[in-house]
């Protein structure tokens, strides 16, 4: 594809429900990481993948957050028993995973628990 | 962890200004610092990058300058134009362990 895709770009949900979230990579990226961003912050790293391993995920917040990437492409954040404080951005962003780390993000996906 | 801080938290530069952003890392071992530009909507986007191997890289309007001893990296905008008017974010890492700044948001006046 031409860039990263995020979908849906706003998920809409109620306290306590369960949610995943899509990313599809840059054709050929093998590194793919997710970030989430609250208004006026900077992205808050959350966990990335080289290949369908996840290389660190030491910002994931809870045993709550999980991502999976089973086929070194498309990655799922899922999120468990979402809870208000989990309203956010969640960017994905993929790079070739080599030399420069050029970073290419998509629009992300709004969170909004109610 | 904070391990990259960047300052000022916002910015306001007249039109034909110079905008400075200014970042610090802890981590000696990292060795990519790009800056991002983004829209309000939008995913982060990259602007400009620099490598600890040269002080300063120039593109356009857009200048990194780089001290690798004090560990700190800045953003220069000259001639700010309105359409600069966005949240600017630095980043540093290395071998794919990247972290962002806070984020700076500039307005520039006309």
């Known amino acids: 594809g031409a860039g990263v895709s995020q979908t849906p770009s706003n998920k809409v949900t109620e306290k306590g429900k369960y949610v995943e979230l899509r990313c599809d990579p840059i054709s050929g990226h093998t590194a793919l990481y997710w970030y989430r961003q609250s208004l006026g912050q900077g992205p808050e790293f959350l966990i990335y993948f080289q290949g369908t391993g996840a290389a660190d995920d030491s910002g994931l917040p809870n045993d709550r957050f999980f991502a999976v990437r089973p086929e070194g492409s498309v990655s799922t954040l899922k999120i468990q028993r979402t809870e208000r404080g989990d309203s956010a951005v969640y960017l994905c962003a993929s790079s070739t995973g080599t030399g420069a780390n050029i970073q290419y993000f998509g629009a992300g996906t709004r969170l909004s628990v109610l | 962890q904070q391990q990259v801080k960047q300052s000022p938290q916002s910015l306001i530069v007249q039109k034909g200004g110079i905008s400075i952003i200014n970042c610090a890392y802890e981590?000696?071992?990292?060795?990519?610092f790009p800056w991002y530009q983004q829209f309000p909507g939008k995913g982060p986007a990259l602007l400009i990058a620099i490598r600890p191997d040269v002080s300063e890289k120039k593109e356009g309007r857009f200048t990194i300058s780089f001290n690798k001893s004090a560990k700190q990296f800045s953003l220069h905008i000259m001639d700010s134009q309105p359409g600069d008017s966005a949240t600017y974010f630095c980043?540093?890492?290395?071998?794919?362990?990247?972290?962002f700044g806070a984020g700076t948001r500039l307005t520039v006046k006309p």
């Open positions: 981590n000696t071992a990292f060795d990519y």
């Open positions: 980043e540093a890492g290395g071998n794919n362990d990247m972290r």
